[in-house]
């Protein structure tokens, strides 16, 4: 806890608690910036809030910075992906860099983010922006020539997903020309973009000054279901590489504060390919893991890596050696039922006693059926491991993917 309070105000843009509590802790005077419904509550907690629509585009910032100057911040830290855009406005002129904005919008289209990156050297998949089915089709078709496929092969896969949006919503697989008809042609305008092969994983990069101050290499054992943090020793012995495609990227994108979580594909021959790169908290409870993996508040990290007045001795300090700082392997599993009727919850013994297991945010479910889910749509619990033997937790995570934790009724669908 320090007692210091920083020069000025920073916003944080988005609602969440461990945030406001980082703030606290680093003794940061704050705003925060909540959708709305949600500023009265906090206000009456005696924290500083106000409101904002951040997915409505008719609004415009300048409503919102003078509110927030008025204020006297400084700087404005997202913490959602609807809000990056927002954060770059007003750091714009907050830090006073006019190219600021345009270069966050980069972040929050992913045909534009694959243009930058693949101008930039990196290695990212054949792509292109696809405004109708006949646009589509004709990639597809395009691609398979250019493999020289004939009557009989199989077919290279395409990828197409919606050019805005995250946690894999509208994110599809095309195989044949049929599945190009069963795209529904209000989904359009797509990104498509050929298949990356090989084990996918994201990186989770402090950066400050446009430099990386601390690295995590976060496994994905099953994306969206199950993941190790730090990576396990094959891919971990990457670190070198990977850190090297990371700072291309932060380069690339000219990022200088923040946090960056981007994907990326490790093929067969070793060599990276660019998925793509967010630029604020990660999904699937991952700063967790790191937290409980390295012993630091993430939260803070964040924090203090998107200050620009953090002094580097304060980062050197904050941060532990990424090897050597290691405390264990942490690994989570997100738990999503399987269609039906779900009557209530069973947690097994085997879960429970599991040496690696360390908690579950599971709860006992009201009667109901589960519906379909879009994207990787919301997991009904979380199981978190943490371990020394990073095979055990990689296992223990596989394993528990595929365990019932719900009772159900008999067929009543
Ligand atoms: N070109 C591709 N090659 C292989 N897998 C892909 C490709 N595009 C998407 N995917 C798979 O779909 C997932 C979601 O796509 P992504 O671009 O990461 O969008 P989102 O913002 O929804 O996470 C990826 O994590 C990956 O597993
Ligand atoms: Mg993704």
Partial sequence: MTTFTRP????????????MEAAQALGYDFVVVVPPGFE??????????????????SQDSTHLREQLQALGCRLAVPLYEECVEWAGALNAVFLDEPRLFNRTLLLRD????????????????????VDAPADLLRFFRRVNEAQSRIEGDELDLVHVKPLRAAGSVGHRVIRTEEDVAEIPVDAFPLLAETHLGGQEF?????????????????????????QVTPATPDLEAQRPKIRKAVEQLVKAFDIRYGVIHPEFFLDAEGELAFGEVANRVPGGHIFELIQRAYGFDTYQALLLSADPLTPQAELDAFFPDEVSGRQGYAGNCLVFPKPGVVTGLNVPDELTLHPCFEKHSLFEPMAHKV???????????????????????????????????????????
């Avoid at 000025?8 to 945030?19: D, F, P």
């Fill in 202 to 226: 994201s990186c989770e990069a402090f950066i400050h000054g446009g430099k990386i101050q601390f690295m995590n290499v976060n496994e994905y054992v099953h994306l969206g279901y199950s």
């Fill in 8 to 19: 000025g105000k920073i916003a944080l843009l988005g609602y969440s608690i461990e945030t």
């Fill in 110 to 129: 992913k045909g534009m983010m694959k243009r930058k990156a693949q101008l930039s050297g990196i290695r990212v998949g054949v792509f292109e922006e």
């Fill in 371 to 413: 519906i379909k889910r879009t994207g990787f749509g919301n997991h009904y619990g979380t199981l978190f491991f943490f371990g020394e033997d990073p095979q055990e937790v990689r296992d223990a995570v596989a394993h528990f993917e595929d365990v019932e934790f719900f009772q159900r009724a008999a067929q009543l669908t």
């Fill in 40 to 57: 009265e509550g906090l206000q009456k907690e005696g924290i500083n809030a106000i409101s904002w629509e951040f997915d409505k585009l």
